[in-house]
């Protein structure tokens, strides 16, 4: 998948090799002299002497080490169609210095008792696959019921509970219970043109009747049943395995059926799930060229100490008029706990 | 009309999350031209075959050079003295198997010194029809006018875009307005601009190309201060001028300079220019209108309607 945003990861042949080794392999082709070493570890466990090694590192995430070392770091993202290249020097701003917006949450109730968007009804998906796979191992005797009870207790007497609280549901649109699968399964729908429209796309690009998903939740809720009996070890939520995706789709399909949200593709909601970021090649290779021009700029203050031409950028969609913005590099926040000398009091209560 | 397959549809994942299954059908069904693959267009090559472009076209009369290592990603050492667009194929290849390339003769497209030899324009007009957009690096302006009126014909987008040094700009003329051609704009009067609001790259892009005028090597014409200060007289009538805005030194930085290009400056416009053009194609938005000017010193590129 990677193939798309990376130049240098080659097709078919490459595909398993470490990233580091084929990325060294390529480049050689443009600098057979340079010296390129692949270390493929995790980078956490290198530590001060390993970074203390390098004039100016560049990364794709904060570095910790970098900070300790003093050793410049150039860092790059991308998301889309944005991006941004930041660089940081010693002695001036950390990347701790500007909070960082914590990752969006929902309002319990939301979640649990009124979904009026997708993002709601697959939040509370994998609320319930952990709870109900990944918490606890089964044994085989329960998993043969295990689909019809699940289906129950998400779409048919869990909503019916919900509906008891009847001052909740005052001047807001009820959800509508499913009934048991069997008799969900019988109803017959009318085939709408969603059905039939765009037949060249993918399986997993399409949308289907509830129905469908009604039947490939039972059958996906047997087959985790039966993988966690054998593997006697509680799943983790993956979004690239296919069985796990296929529940979590049609759960939350259901769901939102239920409570009366547009249904969407498993495409969309693997997306949603996963939090996946999009991301075109043309991105990453602005992004890249700002990166490598900021590491001579780097390597230029290491020489004359001066700042002047080092430079953070943001990489923005238009039609805004600048689509590349650079920034001045800012002091240390001198609240920053983790780049200034800080003391915190704690209070014991006893 | 080519479908996307299960497995490419799956390589292409993160974009398709972008441009929509749709977008990426429109990306396999396209077809591109690239005209000179200098630094900046073998970056727009590699981004159009890593994003799945269907079938792309390079021109280029020229071979590879030593100067084509510092910043070509297509080309390496064993490719020097073959012909560029040729040399360029195999990487492409290699990245997007799928993808299906072609060179095409400079003869094809653009008229010789000698006019018996040349394709008739309706020859010429017909292997433009082709294809969907066309983009140029660092050309002449006899070069864009030309192409300009056979885009035109078939309206096809046209996207210029030079380098020099630091200094670059990307051009796009979507053959909305037959007022807002290459060469109306770049011959567009002071009176008619905000003089202190218009980018000084402007500037000198004009007076480059309005000074070199049909030479074929723009680089090496011999640029006289007297002519230069003659032609901002005559751009400048009737506007009361202030201060100049742009020193004649500045113009010949930028005639030095002209096509040299570093891997930095190359991988920004080829990342800008490629992402306008499969914006296009997948009429994600509107492609920029109609200057962009970037500055590698200050790092800022900024979009100008003109």
């Given at each position: 998948m990677e193939q798309n945003k990376l130049l240098l990861i080659g097709v078919g042949a490459d595909i398993g090799k470490s990233k580091s080794q084929v990325i060294c392999e390529r480049s050689k082709r443009f600098n057979g002299s340079a010296k390129l070493v692949p270390l493929h570890c995790d980078i956490k466990t290198k530590g001060p002497s390993f970074f203390s090694q390098f004039s100016v590192v560049i990364t794709a995430l904060d570095n910790v080490m970098c900070r300790i070392t003093k050793t410049p770091m150039v860092d790059t993202g991308s998301?889309?169609?944005?991006?941004?290249?930041e660089v940081f020097l010693p002695g001036l701003k950390c990347f701790e210095c500007t909070p960082i917006q914590p990752p969006k949450t929902y309002?319990?109730?939301?979640?649990?008792?009124?979904?009026?968007?997708?993002?709601?009804?697959?939040?509370?998906?994998?609320?319930?696959?952990?709870?109900?796979?990944?918490?606890?191992?089964?044994?085989?005797?329960?998993?043969?019921?295990?689909?019809?009870?699940?289906?129950?207790?998400?779409?048919?007497?869990?909503?019916?509970?919900?509906?008891?609280?009847?001052?909740?549901?005052?001047?807001?649109?009820?959800?509508?219970?499913?009934?048991?699968s069997k008799a969900f399964l019988n109803e017959k729908k009318e085939k709408t043109e969603k059905g039939q429209e765009k037949n060249d796309q993918p399986q997993e690009m399409r949308i289907f009747e509830p129905q469908e998903y009604a039947t490939l939740f039972l059958k996906s809720v047997r087959e985790l049943a039966k993988n966690r009996v054998q593997l006697r070890n509680?799943?983790?939520?993956?979004?690239?395995?296919?069985?796990?995706?296929?529940?979590?789709?049609?759960?939350?399909?259901?769901?939102?059926?239920?409570?009366?949200?547009?249904?969407?593709?498993?495409?969309?909601?693997?997306?949603?799930?996963?939090?996946?970021?999009?991301?075109?090649?043309?991105?990453?290779?602005?992004?890249?060229?700002?990166?490598?021009?900021?590491?001579?700029?780097?390597?230029?203050?290491?020489?004359?100490?001066?700042?002047?031409?080092?430079?953070?950028?943001?990489?923005?969609?238009?039609?805004?008029?600048?689509?590349?913005?650079?920034?001045?590099?800012?002091?240390?926040?001198?609240?920053?706990?983790?780049?200034?000398?800080?003391?915190?009091?704690?209070?014991?209560?006893? | 009309m080519n479908n996307l397959s299960e497995k490419e549809a799956s390589r292409m994942d993160r974009q398709i999350r972008l441009y929509s299954f749709e977008g990426q059908k429109s990306i396999l069904n396209s077809h591109v031209l690239l005209i000179y693959v200098t630094g900046t267009n073998s970056e727009v090559a590699k981004n159009l075959a890593i994003g799945g472009l269907g079938k792309m076209t390079l021109i280029d009369p020229f071979l590879t050079s030593e100067k084509s290592l510092c910043c070509n990603v297509l080309v390496t050492r064993e490719h020097i003295g073959k012909n560029r667009a040729k040399a360029s194929l195999g990487f492409l290849q290699e990245m997007n198997p799928?993808?299906?390339?072609?060179?095409?003769?400079?003869?094809?497209?653009?008229?010789?010194?000698?006019?018996?030899?040349?394709?008739?324009?309706?020859?010429?007009?017909?292997?433009?029809?082709?294809?969907?957009?066309?983009?140029?690096?660092?050309?002449?302006?006899?070069?864009?006018?030309?192409?300009?009126?056979?885009?035109?014909?078939?309206?096809?987008?046209?996207?210029?875009?030079?380098?020099?040094?630091?200094?670059?700009?990307v051009f796009i003329d979507n053959c909305n307005d037959t007022e807002k051609t290459f060469q109306k704009v770049v011959n567009t009067p002071w009176s008619n601009l905000n003089i202190r609001r218009t980018n000084r790259l402007f500037f000198i892009i004009q007076l480059?190309?309005?000074?070199?005028?049909?030479?074929?090597?723009?680089?090496?014409?011999?640029?006289?201060?007297?002519?230069?200060?003659?032609?901002?007289?005559?751009?400048?009538?009737?506007?009361?001028?202030?201060?100049?805005?742009?020193?004649?030194?500045?113009?010949?930085?930028?005639?030095q300079n002209w096509k040299n290009e570093n891997s930095s400056t190359a991988s920004i416009i080829g990342g800008i220019v490629s992402q306008e053009i499969l914006n296009t194609i997948c009429q994600k938005r509107k492609p920029i209108e109609n200057f962009l000017f970037f500055d590698n010193f200050s790092g800022f590129a900024r979009i100008e309607k003109i």
């Amino acid at each position: 998948m990677e193939q798309n945003k990376l130049l240098l990861i080659g097709v078919g042949a490459d595909i398993g090799k470490s990233k580091s080794q084929v990325i060294c392999e390529r480049s050689k082709r443009f600098n057979g002299s340079a010296k390129l070493v692949p270390l493929h570890c995790d980078i956490k466990t290198k530590g001060p002497s390993f970074f203390s090694q390098f004039s100016v590192v560049i990364t794709a995430l904060d570095n910790v080490m970098c900070r300790i070392t003093k050793t410049p770091m150039v860092d790059t993202g991308s998301a889309g169609f944005n991006g941004q290249v930041e660089v940081f020097l010693p002695g001036l701003k950390c990347f701790e210095c500007t909070p960082i917006q914590p990752p969006k949450t929902y309002p319990v109730c939301t979640i649990r008792r009124n979904p009026e968007k997708m993002v709601h009804c697959v939040v509370w998906v994998k609320e319930e696959f952990k709870k109900e796979f990944c918490s606890k191992a089964y044994d085989s005797a329960e998993d043969e019921q295990s689909g019809e009870l699940l289906f129950l207790k998400y779409f048919d007497q869990g909503i019916k509970d919900l509906l008891a609280l009847k001052d909740f549901w005052k001047g807001k649109r009820k959800p509508t219970p499913l009934g048991n699968s069997k008799a969900f399964l019988n109803e017959k729908k009318e085939k709408t043109e969603k059905g039939q429209e765009k037949n060249d796309q993918p399986q997993e690009m399409r949308i289907f009747e509830p129905q469908e998903y009604a039947t490939l939740f039972l059958k996906s809720v047997r087959e985790l049943a039966k993988n966690r009996v054998q593997l006697r070890n509680p799943l983790i939520f993956d979004k690239d395995d296919p069985l796990a995706l296929a529940f979590v789709a049609c759960a939350a399909n259901l769901r939102a059926f239920i409570f009366g949200i547009t249904m969407q593709s498993t495409f969309e909601i693997k997306g949603i799930a996963g939090s996946i970021i999009p991301a075109v090649a043309s991105t990453n290779a602005i992004v890249a060229g700002i990166a490598v021009k900021e590491v001579t700029n780097v390597l230029g203050w290491l020489k004359t100490k001066k700042d002047e031409s080092c430079k953070s950028t943001w990489v923005v969609i238009p039609p805004k008029r600048i689509l590349l913005q650079p920034f001045r590099l800012e002091n240390s926040n001198q609240k920053c706990l983790v780049c200034k000398l800080q003391c915190i009091t704690f209070k014991i209560n006893q | 009309m080519n479908n996307l397959s299960e497995k490419e549809a799956s390589r292409m994942d993160r974009q398709i999350r972008l441009y929509s299954f749709e977008g990426q059908k429109s990306i396999l069904n396209s077809h591109v031209l690239l005209i000179y693959v200098t630094g900046t267009n073998s970056e727009v090559a590699k981004n159009l075959a890593i994003g799945g472009l269907g079938k792309m076209t390079l021109i280029d009369p020229f071979l590879t050079s030593e100067k084509s290592l510092c910043c070509n990603v297509l080309v390496t050492r064993e490719h020097i003295g073959k012909n560029r667009a040729k040399a360029s194929l195999g990487f492409l290849q290699e990245m997007n198997p799928n993808l299906e390339l072609d060179t095409a003769d400079y003869y094809d497209l653009f008229n010789r010194e000698n006019e018996n030899e040349n394709k008739s324009k309706n020859s010429q007009a017909d292997f433009i029809k082709q294809f969907d957009i066309v983009c140029i690096c660092n050309p002449t302006i006899n070069e864009v006018n030309h192409l300009t009126d056979l885009c035109h014909l078939h309206n096809k987008c046209l996207m210029v875009c030079g380098v020099s040094g630091e200094n670059s700009f990307v051009f796009i003329d979507n053959c909305n307005d037959t007022e807002k051609t290459f060469q109306k704009v770049v011959n567009t009067p002071w009176s008619n601009l905000n003089i202190r609001r218009t980018n000084r790259l402007f500037f000198i892009i004009q007076l480059f190309y309005i000074s070199c005028k049909d030479r074929k090597n723009p680089e090496s014409v011999q640029l006289e201060e007297n002519d230069i200060n003659q032609i901002i007289d005559e751009l400048s009538q009737s506007v009361q001028l202030k201060k100049v805005p742009v020193e004649f030194s500045d113009l010949l930085d930028w005639q030095q300079n002209w096509k040299n290009e570093n891997s930095s400056t190359a991988s920004i416009i080829g990342g800008i220019v490629s992402q306008e053009i499969l914006n296009t194609i997948c009429q994600k938005r509107k492609p920029i209108e109609n200057f962009l000017f970037f500055d590698n010193f200050s790092g800022f590129a900024r979009i100008e309607k003109i």
